[in-house]
């Protein structure tokens, strides 16, 4: 029996991922490349982060969307799944956000952690 789990996101950008995860300041491997789960189970991702317990967690691409695999049971990190998703979500979302508004000529003037974990973000383009 599997005990892996698959957690449907709103990612679809491989790269917007990666800086998200190395902005969070996580170490991550590109794949493909295995998951480790209980009694050596393995699963394949695009991108894999290792724990220090042996059990890692991936984002594997399921033909629409980048999912979390992982078995939660060995969860090992900071944050609950929940708010690590969460905190991905957002870091994707912002990444996202510059990543289009670059490509369209503007660029940040201003962005602002808020107290409350948002960000704020202004962003410019001058014309001639």
């Known amino acids: 029996m599997s005990h892996f789990s698959n957690i449907k996101t709103q990612i679809r950008n491989l790269s917007s991922l990666k800086a998200t995860l190395t902005d969070m300041g996580m170490d991550w491997k590109e794949g493909p490349i295995s998951v480790r789960g209980y ?31 992982a078995d939660l049971q060995y969860w090992q990190q900071p944050l609950s799944v929940e708010g690590f998703l969460r905190k991905v979500t957002q870091g994707y979302a912002l990444q996202t956000v510059l990543s289009e508004s670059s490509k369209q000529g503007f660029q940040v003037s201003e962005q602002q952690k808020n107290t409350d974990g948002s960000i704020r973000l202004v962003v410019q383009r001058w014309s001639a």
């Open 39 to 69: 009694q050596g189970q393995t699963r394949m991702a695009e991108v894999v982060v290792e724990q220090k317990n042996n059990y890692d967690i991936g984002f594997s691409w399921n033909g629409h969307e980048y999912e979390l695999v």
